[in-house]
């Protein structure tokens, strides 16, 4: 299931995050060598604060993390209208309705191909159920060029905000999708999911004895 | 309570103690406000026979460090080894995996692990005696919030510098300094070169070289030129490089 972490419950998913901030040090810098910080074996960004919403897909609130995704709000200083606003020549969708996804992040053990897509797929679906939970009618993303294509064909509404920019796997490029019930239908038909994937747990919840 | 402000209280209430002890007990509890159930702040030697001066707080569990001390595994353990080779924050996971460990320094992780012990982070600490120390922390059942990270970092290391001051007082007040002939006669005297050379080499009289190296060990209080080097390479006064030339 993939657990939707805030502000208000963010207390209950240490050692998820933690997992989520190693692996994106592993995945982010260790293999593709993407210029960003590190600390102690995890990377953490300017944008990583109180104010994203983390999607974490795992067994458990202590098992293994198998993909991860950042979620932030637009109407504060976000990636792309700090790192990436060439790629926008159309004009940069931001407001209170509006969502920035970030940081998609498979395991590092995770196969190539069909298992990858999935994973997408999932993900995708996650971050639509939950921008509907939050009221959220579009979602941006830059994609590079392997993630592109794929992002495309999942099923959600999608445009390119400008053209790409850069060569071969450096390729990147900004779109924006529409959130609406449609299109999370068209998405859970193609992957075959049956049923919500997104789990809100929250923060004051009795504990196990 | 953020953990921006947990940490800021912490700095503020250093500022405003003179007891070593107090600011003892108000560091692992402020770690232990974070999230971190053990906490070990100390030189590397051995935590039962604390070197005087040196920084010593460590709340891991009593049998353990008892175990540790008769095995003495302050000599092997690979989170110190590895703490006075990295320059910055690293988790044991990741590092010690990295590391090509002997059976008996294996032994060390695994025991401490049976006592919960696993899964640290260790913050290398520069300390101003000769003795390499570092801050080893535990997270308990709980985790702590990776965005707390850089909070944490501040109160270990302001924390240790804040105990290190209360317990050597004395210690800005008098430190040494070689006048640059003294730093010379003792480099040379370093890479092991005897008074008449050290002479021929600086165009001096070999007696002018050997009086400016007993005057350098007369400033370390110490009687024998090895010791002064030794002083002085610690003090930074003599860089490692210049001793193999």
């Not at chain 1, 609406?180 to 075959?192: C, H, I, N, S, T």
């Not at chain 1, 049923?195 to 004051?204: G, I, N, S």
């Not at chain 2, 008769?70 to 590895?82: G, S, T, Y």
């Amino acid at each position: 299931m993939i657990y939707i972490v805030s502000e208000e419950n963010r207390r209950r998913f240490h050692h998820l995050l933690t997992e989520m901030h190693r692996q994106r040090k592993q995945v982010f810098i260790d293999k593709l060598k993407w210029r960003l910080e590190e600390s102690a074996g995890l990377e953490i960004d300017s944008y990583d604060s109180h104010d994203a919403i983390y999607l974490i897909e795992a067994g458990t609130l202590t098992s293994d993390v198998s993909v991860s995704a950042r979620l932030l709000p637009t109407v504060r200083p976000h990636l792309l209208s700090q790192q990436f606003a060439d790629l926008c020549e159309e004009g940069l969708p931001a407001g209170p309705g509006v969502w920035e996804a970030t940081r998609f992040c498979p395991a590092p053990d995770t196969p190539a191909g069909a298992p990858r897509r999935q994973m997408l797929g999932r993900m995708i679906a996650g971050i639509m159920e939950t921008a509907l939970l939050f009221g959220i009618e579009q979602v941006t993303y830059v994609a590079d060029a392997a993630l592109a294509p794929m992002a495309l064909k999942v099923g959600w509404d999608v445009r390119a905000l400008g053209a790409p920019r850069g060569e071969g796997r450096n390729r990147i490029q900004a779109f924006v999708a529409s959130i609406d019930g449609a299109g999370l239908k068209r998405v859970r038909e193609a992957f075959a999911i049956t049923a919500p994937l997104t789990r809100f747990v929250p923060a004051d919840l009795a504990r196990a004895a | 309570m953020p953990a921006s402000k947990i940490a800021l209280d912490f700095l503020d209430f250093c500022e405003k103690q003179t007891s070593a002890q107090v600011i003892e007990d108000r560091f692992v509890s402020t770690l232990q406000a974070l999230g971190y159930e053990y906490v070990a702040c100390a030189s590397h030697v051995d935590p039962l026979r604390p070197r005087p001066g040196g920084v010593s707080v460590l709340n891991y569990p009593v049998p353990w460090v008892q175990h540790y001390s008769e095995a003495d595994f302050a000599r092997i353990d690979p989170v110190f080894l590895a703490a006075r080779i990295m320059s910055s924050p690293f988790n044991w996971v990741d590092c010690l995996a990295k590391m090509r460990l002997s059976r008996e320094q294996k032994r060390v992780l695994d025991e401490g692990a049976l006592y919960g012990l696993s899964k640290g982070l260790t913050i290398p600490l520069r300390s101003p005696d000769v003795i390499p120390a570092s801050c080893s922390l535990i997270a308990g059942s709980d985790g702590v919030d990776p965005l707390a990270m850089a909070h944490v970092l501040m109160i270990v290391i302001y924390g240790h510098g804040a105990m290190h001051r209360r317990l050597n007082p004395d210690a800005l007040a008098d430190p040494v300094v070689l006048p640059p002939r003294e730093r010379e006669c003792l480099t040379l005297a370093g890479c092991g070169k005897s008074d008449w050379v050290i002479g021929e080499v600086l165009g001096v009289n070999w007696r002018t070289a050997h009086n400016a190296i007993e005057r350098a060990k007369k400033r370390y209080g110490v009687s024998s030129r090895v010791q002064a080097v030794v002083r002085a390479v610690f003090d930074g006064q003599i860089m490692v490089d210049d001793l193999t030339g």
